[in-house]
């Protein structure tokens, strides 16, 4: 397994912080089921905000997040949701800018941080 999902209910947001090992793309089917809990929780509490905080370890996958982040479907998310992505390896902004462009290609509403208050003030601005 890739890494798990540890999922709580804020008053307002789900809150999803990610353990282990980043997936690889081999692991790409067990990541999508993973992020898929994540979906599951906003819906079952009828939220559509998610902050997700990346403490994963290991060399960075393009090929896995690219095959992730394309097929939002795969994950359960809809249209509506709004995720603010922190991961403080501010040596991986490439690799997280990447990403973020990859998620408004295909109409996420989804931003890349490194700080977590500034994924917050983004997440519930109008």
Do not use: T
Not at 24 to 32: F, G, N, R, T
Not at 44 to 68: D, R, T, V, W, Y
């Amino acid at each position: 397994m890739p890494f798990k999902v540890n999922i709580s209910i804020e008053s307002n947001f789900v809150r999803a912080v990610l353990v282990g090992m980043r997936a690889q793309s081999a692991d790409v089917e067990v990541a999508q089921q993973l992020l898929g809990s994540v979906s599951k929780a906003c819906e079952e509490n009828g939220l559509n905000k998610l902050m997700i905080i990346s403490e994963l370890i290991g060399p960075l996958n393009h090929a896995a997040a690219f095959q992730l982040i394309s097929d939002p479907a795969s994950l359960g998310w809809k249209p509506n949701y709004r995720a603010a992505v922190v991961n403080h390896d501010v040596s991986a902004d490439d690799f997280y800018q990447f990403n973020q462009m990859v998620a408004a290609n295909r109409g996420l509403q989804m931003r890349f941080f490194v700080d977590e208050a500034e994924a917050r003030a983004w997440l519930f601005e109008s």
